[in-house]
Nanobody, 124 residues
């Protein structure tokens, strides 16, 4: 049984930081493409960052978070984290991690098989 669990969400002031963690069970995150998405009320789910957890672990970011968010992996813990800096009110959303990449564009939700339940981030 594959399970992804996000943690680390909460409230922060504008300009502050939060660190989200995605922990997997029943699934090895290494040698996979893992991504973070977010969804605000009334908006589509948005791809934020992606890491290919193999080899040099290249990372990719959406323009809205590039330079502020950092995605990283810890294969020993089977986790992928998202460090969020310089938070803005528009970053308020439910944040999800995704794994089990089918291929194609990493920022398309349909291209991932496994999802966590999400963790809420509120920036004021």
């Amino acid at each position: 049984h594959v399970q992804l669990v996000e943690s680390g969400g909460g409230s922060a002031q504008a300009g502050g930081s939060l660190r989200l963690s995605c922990t997997a069970s029943g699934f090895t995150l290494s040698r996979n493409s893992v991504a973070w998405f977010r969804q605000a009320p009334g908006k589509e789910r948005e791809g934020l960052a992606n890491i290919y957890t193999d080899g040099n672990s290249p990372t990719y970011y959406a323009g809205s978070v590039k330079g502020r968010f950092i995605i990283s992996q810890d294969n020993a813990k089977n986790t992928v984290d998202l460090q969020m800096n310089d938070l803005k009110p528009e970053d308020t959303a439910m944040y999800y991690c995704a794994a089990g990449f089918y291929g194609g564009s990493w920022f398309a939700p349909l291209n991932f098989e496994y999802w966590g339940q999400g963790t809420q981030v509120t920036v004021s």
